[in-house]
């Protein structure tokens, strides 16, 4: 950081003084003669931004990811559920006579149906999807090998499975493997004809066709539909429809949108601790730049008193602080971009890889590193405001004074 400071000063001196004219050349000096306070305070003001935009390349690359993969996942318009407080693996299943009643809903054109159990196999336990689905649907799916095309025949026969990504990582599996699930008949091997990416779940589950799984399984069981209108049908019309045909029956009827809009609102809930985090390092950041200004202050007491005494005013007191702390904040966020991005990359390449299994897309938000130079800007400016002030407002004579 003293090194990259030295540079950058002496790189920004001729706009500094065509900015503010001898106070520029001045401030930008003065952050080189002040180094061992200047270095300190911009390497704590780069860790702090770096971080932000480390943090906030992360959750939006997540954010981002997380979007496209439902858009690839969810793709019935309307799904019901049993109503109830349970969710995903703890989810009840449904009536099978609002299943059979449900199935001849008139405005949909196809239906799938979705089942998900946990199982003890080879001593631990595993999530099983049972799905029956359109083929167009399946298709959408994003895999990380294979290809959703070749997969379908031998998924849909019930020779093959398809695994999440978290799970492949944690088992170290990949496409053209086997895995052993315990069934109503004993223990079956499968090969895996697809992996396919997965926000659902750090843990991964193993997902079948619903064929097979009753083959195997002997659980007529499900606990999730999914309804696609037909052509001139709308959503609205379609749960309408649902809802009739239910009649008595406890459901949760939710449409593509508001499952989308509800899973995204989840996500933002979860990470705003982000933005507190965010906020809290730049607060720690702030106090380590007006600790480091308030030393630069005393040390340079005697310097800043003759400049007063030979016709140094206030205000032109407060511009070469205020250039300096300017200075030094421009150069810790240019300083902070490469840093923050590189460890974006290790928290969604090496991080979460580890900690959850999920490979995610690197997004960079161009407006986020604009918004990173500008609050680093503005918190140097702020904690430079009170020594700018001290020192413009300290008699000269009696820093000469007790410089003696």
Same mark, same amino acid.
């Given at each position: ?12 001196r ?5 900015? +503010? ?9 003065? /952050? ?13 003001? =780069? ?10 390349? %992360? ?71 049972? %799905? ?30 398809? =695994? ?5 990582y ?8 086997? /895995?052993? +699930?315990?069934?109503?008949r ?35 069981g ?22 009739e ?7 949760s ?40 200004? %308030? ?14 005494a ?6 032109? =007191? ?23 991005i590189l460890?974006?990359f290790?928290?969604?390449? /090496? ?34 405001f009170?020594?700018a ?7 000269p ?7 003696e």
């Open positions: 950081m003293p090194g990259a400071t030295v540079l950058l000063s002496r790189a920004f001729p706009v500094m003084a065509a900015m +503010l004219g001898v106070l520029g050349r001045m401030a930008a000096r003065g /952050v080189v003669v002040s180094l061992s306070r200047t270095g300190v305070a911009t390497a704590a003001l =780069v860790v702090a931004v770096s971080a932000t935009i480390g943090v906030g390349i %992360m959750v939006g690359s997540f954010r981002t990811t997380v979007e496209r993969w439902l858009e690839g996942w969810l793709r019935a318009d309307v799904y019901v559920t049993a109503a109830g407080t349970g969710s995903g693996r703890n989810r009840p299943p449904l009536d099978p006579a609002v299943v059979e009643s449900l199935s001849r809903v008139p405005g949909a054109e196809k239906l799938s149906l979705t089942r998900r159990v946990t199982i003890l196999s080879a001593g631990e336990s595993m999530d099983i999807f049972a %799905m029956d689905l359109p083929r167009s649907t399946f298709v959408g799916f994003r895999f990380k090998e294979g290809s959703p095309e070749d997969a379908w025949g031998s998924f849909e026969s019930g020779e093959s499975v398809v =695994v999440s990504e978290p799970y492949a944690r088992h170290r599996l990949h496409k053209g493997d086997r /895995v052993t +699930l315990r069934t109503s004993g223990e079956r091997e499968f090969p895996i004809s697809g992996i396919f990416y997965d926000y659902g779940s750090d843990t991964g589950l193993i997902s079948i066709h619903r064929a097979a799984y009753l083959r195997y399984w002997d659980d007529p499900v606990d999730g539909m999914g309804f696609y209108a037909r052509p001139g049908v709308t959503s609205f019309d379609l749960a309408a429809q649902i809802r045909r239910g009649g008595e029956s406890r459901l009827i939710i449409s593509n949108r508001e499952l989308r809009n509800a899973s995204m609102a989840v996500f933002d809930r979860t990470f705003a601790i982000t933005g507190v985090l965010r906020l809290l390092t730049m607060v720690v950041a702030f106090a380590g730049i007006l600790s480091a200004l %308030m030393a630069i202050q005393v040390e340079r007491g005697r310097e800043l008193a003759v400049l007063r030979i016709g140094l005013t206030p205000r032109q =007191v407060w511009g070469l602080i205020c250039g300096e702390t300017a200075l030094i904040g421009t150069i810790a966020g240019l300083l902070s971009l490469p840093l923050g460890q974006a290790i928290l969604v390449y /090496v991080v979460n890889r580890r900690s959850f299994g999920w490979t995610m897309e690197v997004s960079i938000d161009p407006a986020l590193l604009f918004q990173a130079l500008l609050l680093s800007l503005a918190a140097a400016i702020l904690a430079g009170y020594p002030l001290a020192i413009s407002r300290t008699s004579a009696l820093a000469l004074k007790g410089e």
